[in-house]
Nanobody, 124 residues
Framework: QVQLVESGGGLVQAGGSLRLSCAASGRTFSSLTMAWFRQAPGKEREFVAGAASDRKNMRYADSVKDRFTVSRDNAKSTVYLQMNSLKHEDTAVYYC?????????????????WGQGTQVTVSS
């Protein structure tokens, strides 16, 4: 099992930027696929972006392509989500998740460990 702690959420105006961080502990971080999901009020949790353990295989939801960038620092056991050109519809609780396996799944059920979430609110 791996423990995940997110940080970096907050309130930002539309068009602004935020960077989320997720620190992992308890398991070899470099062997894990890491991803970000989000859940808005009244909606299902959805995949945002993910990065495989090799740091080369990345995956993004269509809604955030060209605006969000996922990266990871295996030496610090941390994954990041740089969010630019934020929109009101990006408002949600953002969760970090870890997958013990190959590839970058975009389905929540494939992820075994989750953080507590961090709120991102984008004012229009």
């Amino acid at each position: 099992q791996v423990q995940l702690v997110e940080s970096g959420g907050g309130l930002v105006q539309a068009g602004g930027s935020l960077r989320l961080s997720c620190a992992a502990s308890g398991r070899t971080f470099s062997s894990l696929t890491m991803a970000w999901f989000r859940q808005a009020p009244g909606k299902e949790r959805e995949f945002v972006a993910g990065a495989a353990s090799d740091r080369k295989n990345m995956r993004y939801a269509d809604s955030v392509k060209d605006r969000f960038t996922v990266s990871r620092d295996n030496a610090k056991s941390t994954v990041y989500l740089q969010m630019n050109s934020l929109k009101h519809e990006d408002t949600a609780v953002y969760y970090c998740a870890a997958h013990q396996g190959l590839g970058v799944p975009n389905i929540a059920d494939y992820f075994q460990s989750w953080g507590q979430g961090t709120q991102v609110t984008v004012s229009s």
